[in-house]
């Protein structure tokens, strides 16, 4: 039973949803790959333009589509491709970040970081220190219990 | 009809009977905030408010819920399945709405039965027992009477329970699912003792107003566009408030809820005091301003309902007063549009 | 002070100053004033004041009501109802210009749900808001009404509301998703929240928006959460506490506890930024500072 246990465990992969700019995380990301270097597989990667365009919803949105975690990066201060994204973006999220937080969100689960289009090594080091965290967490079960569940449709449309 | 008598004792047993019985038993609760609702109850000793003047919300929630899942549709080996939701849709009890509740129920039904047989709504009200309570105290905003119903007002129920001065109520069946219901429960019921003596009736604030002349000053082609919209409803924000609570209230929108290949149709409540509400796919809407939207409020209840459900669309539960932000009171429209009528 | 606003009224609809008053007048139940709309002098005879009128009327500057403007308008305001009106031209969705303030002095109205008669108003029948209230006498006004009245020295983001913050935060994150949890709950999309807001005029709102959803329409958890945290969030560093949205909301949730929490979090995040004070100041977020603090980023 408990060697049963323990196999589910290890079977079970978290979701960590990246929401990454264009120029910097995604080249970072990138670079992370035609390097081959490998980094853990729980990430899937959102391309958008900047730090900018990532609205607050799109953290709720990733949580309601079943995320366990969530990271949020662009390129270090100053090196914005639009100059001042991330400066604006990084206000947004100090205060985003307290209301989730006030709301009962488990922070451990909201990450943010700067990597830039050189740092490949940095991108591995942080998908994988997020994803070994997200996996001693586990499943992200308070705000699962207010997903759609597709076990659900499975007993529905087995009638 | 029969009409027999219950203690406080048996009034509380009859709760806990029926839930043991499986019966679903909806009832007004204060919540944990204070307000009062019409809820699912599993205990005689739940929070109970049967002397409430009157919920917050209408409880026409037990039979058109807010939000409900319509059918499923998913991607499968076949190509796209879809899938009718079919609810589990227990025996209830509505215990202790209000006449004017019970009555508005009557007027629901005449919608979801007109051109198109809601069987959701249909279902649920055939599983029903609606057993009113009459009112012994009305607040301010109550005008059941000025609109034709009454405080102990009988449309509606299928009992109508009467407070006895120092305790237990009067139950008087209206109609064979009334009897019916007090023949399955007869322990909870005994025979009328002659000499009881009920509580007062409720005293409601007569607004002097007369619904036929209100129907027939809207009915006057040239009174759609009078001034009188404006001056009353310019301030009126918006908001879904009195539709929302308002037991005759029916709108609902039907929308996807996709979720990667799979989704659900959801049918949920929507209100034509929503700036969306009217708005066409091409830009252009036709209420474009919020007095007309009000403006259409008020045709619904006192010319729309009646021309095509031949039903009263307003009970007078006076919910939408004591909603409104703005204090937007329908009976100043009423009290005005009755002045000019006559 | 009732006399002095209509007749400060009928002088300014009399000589053309404006063509609109927007004050308030007696309400049809017991207790309870109404937004009014005075377009002649014998209108202004209906003008009143109270600790009754809780109305922030100033949401009928916004451009959810420009069909009935016509020209220059004026408002009656209390403290509070300015720092909206700050707020509104610093966001550029009005000139100073435009209108007249009729400034109230004010010792707090009544609290929601409360029917209070009478001038005296005690601590326990005000609006939370009154408490920590630094306005009393507006801060900006073209005609004054009542005595001035001081507003004692205050600790900032200290008491009233700001306590109930604390006491929020001061649980464990899960106990705190519990409590919201069991709050949105009871939200039934009526949406009254953001109708009442002056500082929610957008012309689209992102609930109509469904090309996504982004903001799924029914009223269950999920959808509930995402609404009720994008209305607050876009009100972050705007807000300027009139409390509307709370006092309009059928389902009692404390929409106050969360619209203060990011105040608090403006506050002491970005120079002790609070929102209506200063007109000629750049918006917490339309401006930034390199040195903001980023101890949360990797
Ligand atoms: S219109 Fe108002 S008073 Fe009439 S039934 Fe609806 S909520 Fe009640
Ligand atoms: S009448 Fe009142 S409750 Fe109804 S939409 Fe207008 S402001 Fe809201
Ligand atoms: S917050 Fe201040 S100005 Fe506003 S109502 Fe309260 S006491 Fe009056
Ligand atoms: S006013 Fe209250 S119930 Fe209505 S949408 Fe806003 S939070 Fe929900
Ligand atoms: S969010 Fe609420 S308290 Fe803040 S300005 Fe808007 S209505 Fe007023
Ligand atoms: S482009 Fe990378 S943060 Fe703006």
């Not at chain 2, 409880?59 to 899938?83: I, M, S």
């Not at chain 3, 306005?135 to 306590?163: N, Q, R």
Request: with cysteine; glycine share 6%.
């Amino acid at each position: 039973m408990s060697e049963e246990k323990t196999e589910k465990k290890e079977e079970w992969k978290p979701r960590l949803v990246a929401y990454v700019c264009n120029w910097c995380t995604y080249g970072g990301a990138d670079l992370a790959g035609t390097s081959r270097l490998t980094y853990d597989t729980s990430v899937r990667a959102i391309k958008l333009p900047c730090t900018g365009r990532i609205d607050p919803l799109f953290i709720i949105k990733a949580f309601e589509r079943g995320a366990d975690g969530v990271l949020i990066s662009g390129c270090h201060p100053g090196d914005c491709h639009y100059n001042t994204g991330n400066y604006h973006a990084r206000r947004r999220w100090t205060t985003f970040r307290s209301l989730l937080d006030f709301s009962g969100i488990d922070m451990r689960r909201l990450h943010f970081s700067w990597i830039s289009a050189a740092e490949a090594g940095k991108w591995v080091e942080v998908i994988n220190e997020v994803s070994t965290n997200l996996k001693e967490l586990g499943p992200y079960k308070e705000f699962k219990a207010i997903t759609e569940k597709k076990e659900e449709y499975d007993r529905v449309f087995a009638q | 009809m029969s009409v027999n008598q219950l203690s406080e004792d048996a009034f509380y047993n009859l709760i806990d009977d029926l839930n043991s019985k499986g019966t679903t038993v909806v009832a007004p609760v204060r919540n944990e905030v204070g307000m009062v609702q019409y809820e699912k109850v599993t205990s005689s000793k739940d929070n109970f408010a049967f002397d409430e003047v009157i919920g917050r919300y209408s409880p026409k929630d037990a039979f058109f819920p807010q939000h409900e899942t319509v059918l499923r549709y998913r991607e499968g080996e076949n190509g796209v399945e879809v899938k009718a939701e079919e609810p589990e849709i227990n025996d209830t009890v509505l215990l202790g709405i209000r006449p004017c509740d019970a009555a508005a129920m009557i007027s629901l039904n005449k919608v979801f039965t007109w051109d198109y047989i809601d069987n959701l709504f249909t279902e649920r009200r055939k599983k029903a027992v609606i057993i009113s309570i009459a009112c012994n105290e009305a607040d301010e905003s109550c005008y059941c009477t000025s609109v034709g119903f009454a405080p102990d007002g009988k449309e509606g129920s299928d009992l109508l329970f009467s407070k006895i001065k120092g305790g237990g109520y009067l139950a008087e069946a209206l109609t064979d699912e009334g009897e019916t219901f007090i023949a399955n429960n007869s322990t909870c019921f005994s025979k009328k003792d002659k000499s009881v003596e009920l509580e007062p009736i409720a005293e409601v604030t007569d607004l002097g107003v007369n619904i036929e002349h209100i129907k027939r000053w809207l009915d006057k082609k040239e009174n759609f566009e009078h001034k009188v919209w404006d001056d009353l409803a310019a301030k009126c924000v918006g908001c879904g408030g009195c539709t929302f609570v308002c037991p005759t209230c029916h709108c609902f929108d039907l929308v996807d809820e996709p979720y990667g290949d799979q989704g659900k149709r959801v049918k949920n409540w929507d209100g034509c005091q929503f700036d969306h509400f009217t708005l066409h796919a091409s830009g252009h809407n036709p209420r474009e301003h919020q007095p007309q939207r009000w403006r259409n409020r008020f045709h619904c209840k006192f010319k729309i309902y009646p021309d095509r459900f031949e039903k009263k669309g307003c009970v007078g539960c006076g919910r939408c007063i004591r909603v409104c932000p703005v204090n937007l009171d329908i009976t100043e429209a009423m009290i005005e549009i009755t002045a000019m009528e006559s | 002070m009732i006399e002095s606003l209509r007749s400060k009224s009928k002088e300014l609809l009399e000589n053309g100053t404006v063509s609109l008053v927007i004050g308030y007048a007696e309400g049809s139940k017991k207790g309870k004033t109404k937004p009014f709309f005075a377009y002649s002098s014998e209108d202004c005879d209906k003008l009143t004041f109270s600790p009754q009128c809780v109305n922030n009327l100033t949401i009928y500057l916004t451009r959810k009501f420009t069909f009935m403007k016509k020209g220059k308008v004026a408002i009656v305001a209390k403290g509070c109802d300015v720092k909206t009106i700050n707020v509104l031209i610093q966001e550029n969705q009005l000139k100073r210009d435009d209108v007249i303030i009729l400034g109230m002095s004010c010792d707090g109205v009544v609290g929601k749900d409360i029917v209070h008669d009478g001038e005296q108003l005690p601590d326990e029948n005000k609006s939370i808001k009154c408490l920590t209230c630094d306005v009393k006498t507006p801060i900006d006004y073209d005609h004054l009404f009542g005595e001035e009245i001081k507003s004692e020295a205050l600790e900032p983001m200290t008491g009233g509301i700001y306590d109930a913050v604390k006491e929020v935060k001061a649980m464990s994150w899960s106990d705190r998703w519990k409590y919201w949890m069991d709050h949105f709950e009871r939200c039934i999309k009526c949406y009254a929240c953001k109708k009442v807001c002056p500082l929610c005029y957008c012309d689209v709102c992102i609930t109509e928006k469904s090309r996504p959803q982004w903001i799924e329409t029914s009223a269950h958890a999920r959808g509930n959460y995402a609404w009720n945290i994008k209305r607050a969030m876009d009100l972050a560093g705007r807000c300027t506490f009139c409390g509307e949205c709370d006092r309009s909301c059928p389902a009692e949730i404390p929409l106050n506890i969360i619209n203060q929490e990011l105040a608090m979090t403006v506050y002491d995040s970005f120079e002790n930024y609070t929102a209506g004070y200063q007109t000629d100041v750049t918006p917490p977020f339309v401006s930034f500072k390199e040195e903001d603090k980023e101890d949360f980023i990797k």
